[in-house]
């Protein structure tokens, strides 16, 4: 059995490495202003759901900011060898994040506190709602090319704040015209437990992995599965 790497060049790995340094750069920024309005409207509003909107955001810094950590090494193998220790401070970053968002549902649900109208936290949802993908998609792209576990495991990290924004968007709404203060925690259970299945997926590194083409010897040229550690990795989807 042999392997043939299909990694990309020197300098497309390169050109992609910058690509995950501007994207984590931009979701770092981003989530610090988001971080900053939503835990102001939220303690403004007495609202237990921005809060955790906003806590999700430092959570989200923190994430990329264990990527930017790996990144920043200019040689390949030194970002290689940074990859598992991103992996789990990502996968920790999960599970903080459904460990709050569990409690905040529960205190919710038993009806501790009543979250007054906030338009603030309503606009920065909705923009949250409109940035996250573009940022998860590019850099999930970016990650699997070059096969990071740890730049794909951050996209999901994103794309599971833009699952929060609809969450909370959507509660903050429904509290806002029809008093449905259940909608929102009842589906923050739901993203708790993706949350948690995510970071168990980062711990292990089943993220990503570099692509390889393998072959039986006693057939030239035949090729088998095109991902290098199984069919359990996200570049093989």
Known sequence: MTAISLGPSPARRDALTRRVRLLVAATITYNVIEAIVALTAGTLASSTALIGFGLDSIIEVSSATAVAWQFSARDHAVREAREKTTLRIIAVSFFALAAYVTIDAIRALTGTGEAERSIPGIVIAALSLAVMPSLSAAQRRAGREL?????????????????????????????????????????????????????????????CCAPTVTGTLGKAGAEADACGCGHGCDCCK
């Open 147 to 207: 096969g990071s576990a740890s730049a794909v495991a951050d996209s999901k990290q994103t794309l599971l704040c833009t699952y929060l924004s609809a969450v909370l968007l959507a509660g903050l709404v429904l509290n806002a015209t029809l008093g449905w203060s259940w909608a929102d925690p009842i589906a923050a259970l739901v993203i708790a437990a993706i949350a948690v299945k995510e970071g168990r997926d980062a711990w292990q590194g089943k993220g």
